[in-house]
């Protein structure tokens, strides 16, 4: 057996593995091996389904570098679009203009010659403009709105082809682009499907939920927030990176409601720490992590976890850990995290949106609320 053929057999027997990190591992491996023999074909589409599963379960940013290998070979061909039709390049931009929306490291001068290379490829193989669109005015919902409504317009002008996204999945980003406008009456409007369950996929309604629940937190109307943190709780996978975000807001409610789950999630993904690419669930993490800490710290000083991964920044050998300290760390991260967003998009969504959060922990019911006019 050659080892196309032995690289082939393995990658069939994949497809019979749950979606986890040790299927991301092997697709990885597969890969490189392709890479070594230079078999082109190989090279191109285990790329598209390593970063297929990255999207799926994994840290969604490192799906970049991944696009860019896929992009480079893809210009060594004569022609983008082979004779048998689609081969991933539709999917692959896809993936990529949703990331640029995660990785505040790339400027935004960057993004958009990268966006506009994508766009190219896109109209050259005549499907996915209604997708393009729709990653537009997601990207710019935070940066320009009247770009994102431009694109937003387009979006629906444009028929449905068969590398659009779901109907679900459209209806949740428009939501979230009214939401980030903060145009409540037309962001409920389009919500409802979602949250009435008539339209749904793996991240819908819970990408929702969560807009909703942040909102609550930010407002501490912990009787709305409660429900929607518990049916993101029993729907999210505490293993998976792609659900970091979730847990965030997760955390973030359970500090207030139910302290000692809180303290034990956060335990949790101290003793599995990962730093995610993707720095939009990252940010979600840290405001959830530091909110813990915050509560934690009114009733003691110090916490334990025994077997604290040594990759934390500020591990130590006898796992004793003082709160506050811990608080400051996630406070400081946060505020980092939102900086480099901002400074990249020329906006203060993001610095706004930690500040909200932290002013909020602070809110005791009876006060003149900060949000509201005078």
Not at 17 to 37: G, W
Not at 69 to 75: H, T, W
Not at 106 to 134: C, P
């Amino acid at each position: 057996m050659t080892e196309k053929e032995q690289i082939e057999k393995e990658y069939k027997q994949t497809l019979d593995m749950p979606h986890s990190k040790a299927r991301n591992d092997i697709l990885y491996s597969l890969t490189c091996r392709a890479d070594i023999i230079k078999d082109h074909h190989l090279q191109k589409y285990l790329r598209w389904m390593y970063a297929s599963e990255l999207m799926r379960c994994g840290d969604q940013g490192k799906v970049f570098p991944v696009v860019a290998e896929y992009i480079a070979l893809r210009k060594e061909e004569e022609e983008w679009c082979p004779p048998g039709g689609i081969d991933g390049i539709e999917y692959m931009a896809d993936y990529c203009m949703e990331i640029l929306c995660y990785l505040p490291q790339i400027s935004l001068a960057q993004a958009e010659d990268i966006i506009k290379t994508l766009e190219e490829m896109v109209v050259f193989n005549r499907y996915g403009r209604r997708l393009y669109y729709q990653r537009m005015f997601r990207f710019y919902s935070v940066i320009d709105t009247y770009k994102a409504l431009e694109y937003y317009y387009l979006f629906k002008n444009t028929r449905r082809d068969i590398v659009s996204d779901c109907r679900a999945c459209e209806q949740a980003d428009i939501t979230r682009l009214f939401f980030r406008m903060g145009d409540m009456e037309r962001a409920d409007w389009f919500a409802k499907p979602v949250l009435d369950g008539t339209l749904k996929c793996h991240d819908v309604p819970r990408n929702v939920w969560l807009l909703y629940l942040q909102r609550a937190l930010d407002y501490k109307d912990l009787a709305k927030a409660v429900p929607l943190a518990g049916s993101l709780y029993r729907t999210s996978v505490i293993n998976d990176p792609t659900d970091l975000g979730y847990f965030g807001g997760i955390m973030r409610c359970f500090a207030f409601t139910d302290p000692s789950r809180a303290e034990m999630l956060l335990k949790k993904f101290l003793e599995n720490w990962e730093v995610l690419w993707d720095k939009e669930r990252w940010f979600s993490f840290l405001i959830g992590s530091w909110t813990v800490c915050h509560e934690c710290a009114m009733n003691k000083d110090t916490i334990q976890v025994r077997n604290i991964n040594n990759k934390v920044p500020f591990w130590n050998e006898n796992g004793i850990y003082n709160i506050k300290e811990m608080e400051d760390w996630f406070y400081n991260e946060a505020l980092k995290i939102a900086g480099c967003f901002d400074k990249r998009n020329g906006t203060g969504f993001y610095t706004d949106e930690f500040e909200r959060a932290v002013y909020s922990a602070s809110y005791k019911e009876g006060q003149r609320f900060w949000l509201v006019e005078i």
